[in-house]
């Protein structure tokens, strides 16, 4: 009974390239939310997806980040040209459905941008 | 001005002690999630409210939607509870969730 999974589970990128964050979320799930903690900072919602869709994407920066959710295989966050103010630990969460379920966390990615 | 408010932001504790830790939001919430983060940074979510109690083990959540807060309960605190609790909510507008800063735990044995 796997739970959510995350990797890699460490990242080190160089400023420029492009870091791609996988999540599976629990079987049976199709709601998937990507979060972002950076150093001494608290968790900040990035995206909300479910399979094919972005619901929200409201905590997502405007330019260089986008996400998917494809019908078949896992949820991806993609940084573009990564910079050192995007080293931060990256987490998901999925849920069996909407508003009202429980979030299953994932061990979460550390991207490191050298 | 965060939209949610935790207190205290660290607490430590002798072995068995009872412990609070309050949050406070500003808006209207459809959920209210309390998380524990340990030190190697692994979330776990430790309830999920929207009204009342909830108890699971030696852990008690309350919320009072009128006053906007809540409150984690430890009975019994233990070393191992040690963590960072970290109250998180879902705006009743959408999606948007929103976190406190957390409160770091450490409990003496």
């Known amino acids: 009974n796997a739970g959510v999974m995350q990797n890699p589970r460490h990242l080190v990128r160089r400023r420029g390239q492009e870091a791609r964050l996988r999540c599976s979320p629990m079987k049976g799930h199709s709601h998937v939310y990507w979060y972002r903690q950076l150093p001494e900072e608290g968790l900040k919602f990035m995206v909300y997806?479910?399979?094919?869709?972005?619901?929200?994407e409201s905590g997502m920066p405007k330019e260089r980040f986008s996400a998917e959710f494809p019908k078949e295989g896992p949820s991806i966050l993609r940084i573009q040209q990564v910079v050192r103010g995007d080293s931060a630990a990256y987490f998901c969460?999925?849920?069996?459905?909407?508003?009202?379920?429980?979030?299953?966390f994932g061990p979460g990615t550390r991207l490191t941008v050298t | 001005k965060n939209e949610v408010e935790q207190s205290p932001q660290n607490l430590t504790a002798q072995e068995g002690e009872f412990i609070t830790i309050n949050c406070s939001y500003s808006?209207?919430?459809?959920?209210l999630h309390w998380l524990q983060q340990h030190p190697g940074g692994g979330i776990v979510s430790l309830f999920m409210?929207?009204?009342g109690k909830k108890k699971h083990g030696r852990l008690i959540a309350t919320i009072n939607i009128q006053e906007k807060h809540s409150s984690l309960h430890i009975t019994a605190s233990h070393p191992r509870d040690s963590a960072v609790y970290i109250c998180a909510v879902r705006e009743n507008t959408g999606n948007q969730f929103y976190f406190g800063t957390g409160t770091s735990l450490t409990v003496i044995p």
């Open positions: 409210l929207s009204s």
């Open positions: 808006v209207g919430i459809s959920a």
């Open positions: 969460a999925s849920s069996l459905s909407g508003t009202y379920y429980e979030q299953y």
């Open positions: 997806l479910q399979k094919e869709n972005i619901i929200d």
